[in-house]
């Protein structure tokens, strides 16, 4: 027959295992009962720890604008007005940015950044590196020593940063008050489809003419690509 719940007979010591393994254990008198189990899970819930808080929508949309704008308003003088329009012509977007799918996070950024620009439907100017390997030495001439990605933006002559800058102006609406006066977009360049560069017409895009005294050699006409900007929309050189 066994034994009550909790007791022992006389003369018998508790097993040791007993009373050093069993979780309803609370002293040595092992006077345990089922409201201990009840004890415990009432413990459990006492020391849960409480829920945190989220922090308000409200208070993120003001960190993520004061934490955009010290990218443009502390930067030197001389790289305010980089590539500046000279006084009396209009303000437009400059965009520097590569359309190669090699790094698939800058590739991102630039689909990312471009998208949201052309949401407001005005013009850019987009500068593909990938194109033209010489806007990567007009960015440098720019940035200076400023550690250099893609994509970068500038408005109107001022220096407004990359993707993380404009995704973040963009949220909390101040992306607005940049592109106001930006001229309307237009439709896009018969000549070169938008693209803004054309085959060489010189070496058709080979980057190799012939002369009769030096035989073949590299033409100067054109860039690594054997391509040329389109004369009918795209900027000259700032």
């Not at 955009?68 to 400059?94: C, M, N, Q, Y």
């Not at 590196?129 to 109107?156: H, N, T, Y």
Request: charged share 20%; hydrophobic share 35%; with cysteine.
């Amino acid at each position: 027959m066994w034994l009550p719940w909790g007791t022992i007979p006389r003369g018998k010591a508790a097993p040791t295992s007993l009373a050093s393994k069993s979780p309803l254990c609370r002293s040595s008198s092992l006077t345990s009962s089922f409201k201990d189990v009840h004890d415990l899970l009432d413990e459990g819930a006492a020391v849960s720890p409480a829920p945190v808080a989220k922090a308000a929508p409200v208070l993120h949309r003001l960190w993520s604008v004061c934490s955009a704008l010290p990218s443009w308003r502390f930067l030197p003088t001389s790289l305010l007005d980089p590539h500046g329009l000279p006084s009396g012509k209009e303000k437009r977007i400059v965009l520097y940015f590569t359309s190669l799918r090699v790094v698939r996070k800058t590739f991102e950024d630039c689909r990312t950044v471009r998208s949201i620009l052309h949401g407001f439907r005005v013009a850019i100017d987009e500068r593909d590196l990938s194109m033209d390997m010489a806007f990567l030495g007009e960015l440098k001439g720019i940035l200076g020593q400023r550690q250099l990605s893609l994509p970068q933006v500038f408005i109107g002559g001022r220096y407004i940063g990359g993707a993380d800058e404009i995704r973040r102006l963009n949220e909390v609406g101040e992306l607005q008050k940049y592109v106001d006066g930006v001229p309307r977009a237009t439709a896009a360049c018969e000549g070169c489809g938008g693209i803004r560069f054309i085959l060489c017409q010189i070496c058709n895009g080979s980057r190799k003419v012939y002369t009769e005294k030096a035989g073949f050699r590299c033409c100067t006409a054109c860039n690594e690509n054997g391509l040329i900007r389109c004369p009918n929309c795209s900027s000259p050189t700032v």
